[in-house]
């Protein structure tokens, strides 16, 4: 009994460090986000730049998608207003990651080969957490909110009136998508330790992403099931607006849930593995 209590409390001040480490982390990024956006009000003309961009992309991955229903009303059961509220649920994933991820993951490779890790891995921050969310571009933001508008109107036109629960339902499926996508994107980034350059795997990368723009039933079987557990870009857009239908139950968020946490675990054991093959680019 006497040596339960001692590891009890050799226990106690472990965690507290932990959440003391936590809490660090979480008061760091929101100093990186305070600084972006300071960065921003300097940088004005970025901003209506960027947005005019995401406006102009997403007019160019919709048109084909109008084009399309503009001879039939239903395809696989998807109607013209569903993928509608698709469209605007990929652009909030995707304008998410262009914000807080894609600054980051697209500079690994000079991290890497200008020796810019070495000054990181002395920072007594984790060196993961600050090469993946060091850079944060806040006028991505905007493509979120017109993507936020674009799935209300296509919810309204579908005549969809999602009850809170299916709205939590979608919410989770959302975020786990967007941290599956982060997490393979990770990944292939990560390769820069082994590749030197990942510029051609990004590519890939980005070219994926863009099934995520039609339901995944326009897909034949055996691609659905590559963009379900290898590349789950369907969490992301296809299952969350499902949910908003009523047309899913808790098993997909489960799941996702649980191909979260392992993408998560399995990222974080390959950086580990590039850290102990990292030669400093100075040496």
């Known amino acids: 009994m ?26 760091l990024w929101r100093r990186f986000l305070a600084q972006a956006v300071v960065r921003e009000t300097h940088y004005r003309a970025h901003f209506v730049t960027t947005l005019l ?6 007019g160019l991955g919709i048109v084909p998608v109008l084009l399309l229903f503009g001879f039939t009303g239903q395809l696989h059961g998807w109607s013209r207003a569903e993928v509608i ?5 990929y ?15 697209n500079r690994m490779t000079s991290y890497l080969t200008e020796g810019e890790l070495d000054v990181v891995l002395l920072r ?20 979120v909110v017109s993507g936020l508008a674009v799935v209300v109107i296509g919810l309204v036109q579908s005549g969809a009136t999602p009850d809170p629960l299916e709205v939590v339902q979608a ?24 590749l030197q ?16 723009r039609y339901p995944l039933v326009f897909f034949p079987v055996p691609v659905r099931g590559f963009l379900t557990f290898v590349f789950p870009v369907a969490f992301a857009s296809t299952f969350p607006v499902q949910a908003l239908g009523g047309d899913l139950g808790w098993w997909p968020v489960g799941g996702g849930v649980g191909l979260a946490v392992l993408a998560l675990t399995l990222v974080r054991l390959l950086w580990r593995r590039g850290l102990r093959s990292y030669a400093s680019a100075s040496s």
């Open 124 to 143: 007594p921050v984790s060196s993961q957490f600050y090469l993946t969310l060091r850079w944060i571009n806040v006028a991505e933001l905007s493509n």
């Open 53 to 58: 961009v995401g406006l102009v992309q997403f």
């Open 197 to 212: 350059s990942v510029g051609p795997i990004g590519s890939i990368y980005l070219n994926l992403v863009e099934a995520g």
């Open 2 to 27: 006497s040596e339960l209590r001692t590891y009890a409390g050799d226990r106690a001040p472990l965690d507290r460090n932990r959440l003391h480490m936590h809490w660090r982390h979480l008061r």
């Open 171 to 194: 919410l989770a499926l959302a975020a786990c998508g967007l941290v599956l996508l982060t997490a393979v994107w990770s990944a292939m980034s990560f390769l820069a330790f082994w």
């Open 91 to 105: 652009q909030i994933v995707t304008g998410l990651m262009a914000a807080f991820i894609a600054p980051n993951l």
């Open 85 to 89: 509220t698709l469209a605007g649920m």
